[in-house]
């Protein structure tokens, strides 16, 4: 039965996932005219996480200067949602993000009435998260932001500024708790 969604996902897909040892677990949307980058032995999905047999994973890279990056050995659970709007998120190597994370480069609309309709009233900033980064189920990682080597993201947390390395961080919006 996933096999076959899976299948179904892939066909749908406007952008195609490749990379030497990616592992294909939970359906992926794969779309955009963007680019996307996936390192050695990614695992994209997980068994018997939340979300397994009723969810997809959704990787969007909607314009053609629009960028998402997955490093080497990162596994990603499921229901992640990574959208890239004009600019990059770059995931690093060996991280961990939980079931139903979100992020994005872009707000995709802004606060005022007025504006909301216009698309070059709209900030987007490229999303940066390190090496060995563990993100919690849940969180929300927001434009411009920098997560450092290490971090730890708690569940349910709120990203909207830097996190430096080796910290915990949680919270809405995050903020730092402890070291490592």
């Not at 698309?119 to 932001?145: E, H, M, N, P, T």
Request: neutral net charge; glycine residues 12%.
């Amino acid at each position: 039965m996933q096999e076959i969604r899976i299948l179904v996902y892939e066909l749908v897909s406007t952008n195609k996932l490749s990379g030497q040892g990616l592992r294909i677990i939970q359906p992926v949307h794969a779309l955009g005219s963007g680019k996307i980058t996936i390192g050695h032995n990614v695992t994209i999905g997980w068994f018997p996480s939340p979300g397994y047999f009723s969810g997809s994973c959704h990787i969007e890279v909607r314009s053609e200067t629009a960028e998402i990056f997955i490093g080497d050995g990162t596994y990603l659970n499921n229901d992640v949602t990574a959208i890239a709007e004009a600019k990059k998120i770059a995931i690093g190597h060996r991280c961990l993000i939980g079931p139903r994370v979100t992020i994005f480069d872009s707000d995709f609309h802004v606060l005022r009435v007025a504006d909301r309709m216009n698309a070059a009233s709209i900030v987007q900033r490229s999303v940066k998260i390190g090496d060995d980064v563990f993100i919690g189920a849940g969180a929300i990682v927001l434009k411009g932001v920098s997560i450092g080597d290490g971090a730890v993201i708690g569940a349910g947390a709120v990203v909207v500024s830097d996190i430096p390395p080796n910290v915990i961080a949680a919270g809405n919006p995050a903020t730092v708790v402890r070291s490592l």
